[in-house]
């Protein structure tokens, strides 16, 4: 009675340390699957910062000027196609950058306009470019734009229990990103 009462017991006891291990290997492997997902998207923010640069601040003829100039809107008759061009540019960094953070929106803004700060600021010594304060408003509406699309998407992916699971949202809206300045 004894021995059956203690074999009973025992095989409890590997029961339960069984679903422990397996639960913690679970753990374990979503926290892999979510670290590799935050890697992808720091890759994939980097490469996008990258070629928001390459597109601001190309031909690259950097060069000090005789003078400073910046103006608060784009002086050559073009300015809302200027705006709109800086706000759908930025949307791909404030997605992205939302994702990697976790943060809200408003940190997304603030984030767009560091970019556009930088950026803006090389463009002081670029010959045929110039600096305005309605492209940096613009680079971080973009960016904030870009943050509420992606609080919209992961409210949306939340319910989808898959996606949720295997952290796809975050490496297939990279993707999509990567293609965009090959179109």
Same mark, same amino acid.
């Given at each position: 009675?004894? +021995?059956?009462?203690?074999?009973?017991?025992?095989?409890?006891?590997?029961?339960?340390?069984?679903?422990? =291990?397996?639960?913690?290997?679970?753990?374990?492997?979503?926290?892999?699957?979510?670290?590799?997902?935050?890697?992808?998207?720091?890759? $994939?923010?980097?490469? #996008?910062?990258?070629?928001?640069?390459?597109? /601001?601040?190309? *031909? $690259?003829?950097?060069?000090?000027?005789?003078?400073?100039?910046?103006?608060?809107?784009? /002086?050559?008759?073009?300015?809302?196609?200027?705006?709109?061009? @800086?706000?759908?540019? $930025?949307?791909? #960094?404030?997605?992205?950058? +939302?994702?990697?953070?976790?943060?809200?929106?408003?940190?997304?803004?603030?984030?767009?306009?560091?970019?556009? /700060? #930088?950026?803006? %600021?090389?463009?002081? $010594?670029?010959? *045929?470019?110039?600096?305005? =304060?309605?492209?940096?408003?613009? @680079?971080?509406?973009?960016?904030?734009?870009?943050?509420?699309?992606? #609080?919209?998407?992961?409210?949306?992916?939340?319910?989808?229990?898959?996606? %949720?699971?295997?952290?796809?949202? +975050?490496?297939?809206?990279?993707?999509?990103?990567?293609?965009? *300045?090959? /179109?």
């Amino acid at each position: 009675d004894d +021995q059956a009462a203690r074999a009973i017991r025992e095989r409890e006891h590997i029961a339960a340390a069984a679903r422990k =291990l397996k639960c913690d290997l679970a753990r374990r492997h979503a926290d892999d699957r979510t670290a590799t997902g935050r890697r992808l998207g720091a890759l $994939f923010l980097g490469y #996008l910062t990258a070629v928001v640069a390459v597109i /601001t601040l190309a *031909p $690259f003829r950097f060069a000090r000027p005789a003078h400073f100039e910046a103006s608060l809107l784009v /002086t050559d008759g073009g300015w809302a196609t200027d705006v709109v061009l @800086n706000v759908v540019l $930025f949307v791909p #960094l404030g997605l992205l950058w +939302q994702r990697m953070t976790g943060m809200r929106a408003a940190t997304g803004f603030v984030a767009g306009l560091l970019v556009g /700060t #930088l950026i803006e %600021t090389a463009q002081l $010594f670029l010959a *045929p470019r110039y600096t305005t =304060l309605s492209d940096l408003l613009a @680079n971080g509406a973009g960016a904030w734009l870009g943050a509420l699309l992606s #609080l919209a998407v992961a409210r949306r992916v939340a319910s989808t229990e898959l996606v %949720t699971r295997l952290w796809l949202d +975050q490496p297939l809206m990279g993707l999509v990103s990567l293609l965009v *300045p090959l /179109t």
